[in-house]
């Protein structure tokens, strides 16, 4: 722990509480804003008008990272700094990360106060004080930003609430707090006892998303969500066999963590994920008083993920969701992206909303108790992340296939975090899939949707059908040129290795085809597919002959 660095929202006492800290250890305070002015010449609020919130960040992101490369600072940012990425991960690289709390109404005092003090030596006013102030309604504002970055907050390793202390209290418990896990030989490097690592933010026009992703996070739950601004009271919902594993040790920790827990079972399975049981938990709800401001959680697979999702986006026109995924699939894909949904007999996820978790919780050690079969199909749509997006994350699955089949547990959970920060990343850019850009995860679901709906559902897993899609996808690209073989005969070996089908024999091909499309009546009508151009770039393709399509398939069944 080389450095201290203090987040939180304007107004929490950062600047000052650095200083009164460096004072007592004989550190060196370091105060990014101050460091801008200097830098810049020119008041920040300046920076934000003439050249925007980006720029600014970018100067931010440089005061930090140098701030951070150094020993001994005590290291103050702006209010927002801990937004960007690569600020906050430099924050923790080598640094003991201290969050100051404040209630909005305090916050809101607090900057009114400053803001006398500050027009008379104006410039350094902290970057979001006087827009924060500027608006009609400025408590609620400061309530809605400080909401949204709540979670974010909830990364420190530590979180003083300053309200009624004075700086120098302030800073004592902060000095405290350092010797506290010093002296526990825990450093902020060892996500497995400090801090839970964040595999990415996912940013979307409903706020950020934090994904943590560690291995025996569970037992932590009411802490983490303590730490995330969830008070309670919680509403978990979970199917019966993940109850029967996860819930007790769930409610163990939310009870010890203080926050008031109820819980709801539903039976596991696809046909759990209907109207009628989203019926069931609306009334639940409403039985137990639920309010807007309380929480559900979704505790379990996809199933659970995308039932409690829609259940949340609607119930009382939306109340907090949070989602700890405890199956592959739900880790790496349906957790992150918010798509929520209940099937009608109709088709699957007729009847649906997007709606962002508020929070993703993932413990990598549930997968121990995960079927085979389940994991591997998990394992297919993470293989799907690293060729569609990432050559890197996919040399893992090649190289180390292994270690990974085995659920080694630093390897599983760094090869998760990167297949969840994929799929942020590009939720994050193309949040309702209108930019061309989410559609690519959809690699291989082109076939494999048309396999699933042809075989009703019945025969193959949704990523063992992805898997053989991956192979047909992966033939259409090397027959138009766009795909080397090279890459071909690589994705073939890691499904192998994953024990993925990569064919379907006996299927109906009939069937297959009109269930894509593919037939006569859909001449003209463009299905777009995703294709390989190298392992770890994609692109898709308006453009493919039916024929070819047809004779891929044929290839498949035969
Ligand atoms: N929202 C999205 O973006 C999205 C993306 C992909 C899939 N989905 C949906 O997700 C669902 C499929 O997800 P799924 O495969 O997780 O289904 P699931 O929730 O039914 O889980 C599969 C099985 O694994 C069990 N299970 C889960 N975690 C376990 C654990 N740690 N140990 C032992 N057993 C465990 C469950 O009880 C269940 O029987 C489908 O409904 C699909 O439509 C949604
Ligand atoms: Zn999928």
Redesign the pocket.
Known sequence: MDNIALIGFSGTGKSQVARAVADILGWTPVDTDAEIVRRAGTPIARIFQTQGEAAFRRLEREAVQEACAGKGSVIATGGGAIMDPASLSAMTANGFLVCLEARPETIYRRLTENKRENDQAPGLADAEERPLLGGPDPLARIQALKAQRQPTYALAHWTVHTDSLSIADVAQEVVRALRAFAARGDTPQNPFNVSPELAATVETSAGSCPLLVGWGLLPRLGELLLQAGVKGPVYVVT?D??AS?YLSTARHSLLGAGIEAHTFTFP???QS?TLATATRLYEWLASLKARRADTLVAL???????LTGFVAATYNRGIGFVQIP??L??MV??SI?G??AVDLPAG??LVGAFYQPRLVIADVS??R???QR?TMEGWAEAIKHGLILDADLFRTFEEQAEQVLALEPGLTTEVIKRSMAIKAKVVSEDERETRGVRVLLNYGHTIGHGLEAATEYGRFL?GEAVAIGMMGAARIGVALGVTPPSALERQEEVLRRFRLPLSCPDVNLELVAAAMSLDKKAVGSSLRWVLLQEVGRSTTRGDVPMDLALEVLQGLAG
């Open positions: 199917d066999r993940v594993l596991m399975g696809e994920k379990g697979g996809g199933v659970a993920g995308d405890t199956s699939a739900a894909d349906a992206g798509k929520t699957k996820n549930a997968l108790t995960l079927p389940e949704h």
